[in-house]
């Protein structure tokens, strides 16, 4: 199968034409808006990332912005730096240069404070506006298209309806070539065999042993006992008689096949196929990583309701249960709950999520991007 | 007509319930060609997994085509499985 996309110098695919205004750091993040509400067409993404960044969670932030800013459905990027930030825009721009990446670079410091910077930026981000329109949408195979899967708001019926259908939809697009990502290492636990007899290889085995472990050091830095209260008493009385159950329908959101990689938080895989990251389990930050790692489209199941979207890509929203649904419906896309209400099955609700993330990549907007929801946020640890 | 529980796999030997279940009900679940249908042995919550055959102890309960745990005792079609009669395999520092 295909799809009408976009082609990039950089290689990448894309399903939206986004001109993008990024700032480099929390500091600019409010002059990065002004511009971008003043040009329409652009897309800005504000973030509390940039500064005070060392080691390894700098390498993670950049490698972030870098994935973000070259992201195929970006057809153009306007930096908006403040100017003494640890993150300066050339470790950004250096990484756009390889791979073709057109960009422009304003600075509140070096521009004349917040008006100079919002006059030049908004000049140079209407000139690529105008550029970005002249870009023809061309066929792609859906072999290189990726799926980001996530949960959040989870209730009793992720695990039975809509995470389950998601990954038949996964399983889909992998059988047709494409890559499909899943994340929120910290509810792998229990799954740890189940995953690594999946394993494409022992290398890939053993990266996901060792995610596993680190997601369960780092709780037990923090003092929480993770394993033995679970699956916890209001779990138990759910229905939930053990951590593997729990986790299972979390991690069934990535379909069944062969996982073939594990990367870091917004690393951009090297295989297709099924890929799990090793990244936080919180909803926004991991939508950026997953983004940011390539995917240019997210499934979001949700049992508690989430209006969440992305300024890179649509998200797209799959209710566990029909009150969900019928409580939230203009946030929601397809409606797991079908299954519990006998209207759907979970192959039926499988190809509903597959046939709606085609649609999205051939320009259909998914609710949260009709909605205007533009939600980015990146993760990092202070305390280094 | 309103599923009275779901098979998530062709390989599991439970089901989970999407309604409140008494004994004596027949359920049927059905996936990939496959459909089971079983007399309820014992009031099922919903949310909760009942057994599609007998599972033997230290046989593993399968959800989701994968081991969730162990039979603590032998489980007859019908009857509920939880934590009463399985037990995690993950997470015993204890075992």
């Known amino acids: ?384 | 007509m309103k599923p009275k529980a779901i098979l998530i796999d062709t390989k599991d030997n439970v089901a989970t319930a999407f309604q409140d279940l008494s004994v004596g009900d027949k359920v049927t679940v059905s996936l990939e060609g496959t459909e089971i249908t079983t007399t309820i042995a014992q009031d099922i919550p919903f949310g909760h997994k009942f057994a599609l055959s007998d599972i033997a102890i230290h046989e593993p309960v399968m959800k989701y085509g994968a081991s969730i745990g162990l039979a603590t005792e032998q489980i007859m079609t019908g009857r509920h499985v939880h934590v009463h009669n399985m037990e995690s395999q993950k997470g015993r520092g204890d075992k």
């Open chain 1, 1 to 384: 199968m295909e799809f009408q996309g976009y082609r990039r110098k950089s290689g990448k695919v894309g399903i939206r034409n986004h001109v993008l205004v990024f700032p480099t750091v929390v500091c600019s993040a409010e002059v990065a808006r002004m511009i971008s509400e003043k040009v329409p067409g652009t897309v800005y993404a504000i973030h509390g990332g940039g500064c005070g960044h060392i080691g390894e969670e700098k390498a993670k932030v950049i490698r972030t912005m870098v994935g973000i800013c070259g992201h195929g459905n970006v057809a153009s990027v306007l930096l908006v730096a403040n100017g003494c930030e640890v993150v300066q825009p050339e470790l950004i721009t250096a990484e756009l240069d390889k791979i073709g990446q057109p960009y422009d670079v304003v600075s509140v410091q070096e521009d004349g404070g917040t008006p100079g910077c919002i006059e030049k930026g908004t000049k140079i981000a209407a000139k690529m506006v105008e550029e970005a329109a002249k870009i023809k949408k061309e066929s792609i195979p859906l072999s290189e298209l990726m799926l980001g899967c996530e949960c959040g708001g989870s209730d009793a019926f992720s695990g039975l309806t809509a995470n389950p259908s998601l990954g038949i939809a996964a399983d889909k697009l992998i059988a047709e070539g494409g890559t499909a990502i899943f994340s929120e290492t910290t509810e792998m636990l229990g799954c740890e065999e189940v995953l690594a007899n999946r394993a494409l290889n022992d290398k890939v085995a053993k990266d996901i042993y060792d995610a596993i472990d680190k997601a369960e050091a780092r709780a037990m830095r923090g003092g929480v006992d993770i394993r033995g209260a679970q699956p916890s008493p209001g779990n138990q009385k759910g229905g939930l008689s053990s951590i593997e159950e729990k986790s299972l329908g979390c991690i069934r959101k990535g379909g069944n096949t062969t996982i073939t990689q594990v990367v870091k938080y917004g690393e951009t895989p090297v295989q297709k196929g099924c890929i799990i990251m090793d990244a936080t389990a919180a909803d926004v930050m991991n939508d950026t990583a997953l983004l940011a790692a390539g995917c240019h489209v997210i499934v979001f199941t949700t049992g508690r309701g989430t209006p969440v979207g992305s300024p890179i890509g649509p998200v797209i929203k799959v209710s566990t249960n029909s009150v969900l649904y019928g409580k939230m419906k203009p946030n929601m896309d397809v409606n797991a709950g079908s299954i519990v209400d006998g209207e759907g099955t979970l192959a039926s609700v499988g190809q509903e999520i597959f046939d709606k993330v085609v649609a999205c990549a051939n320009g259909e907007q998914s609710k949260a991007e009709a909605l205007g929801h533009h939600e980015f946020d990146i993760h990092f640890d202070m305390d280094v």
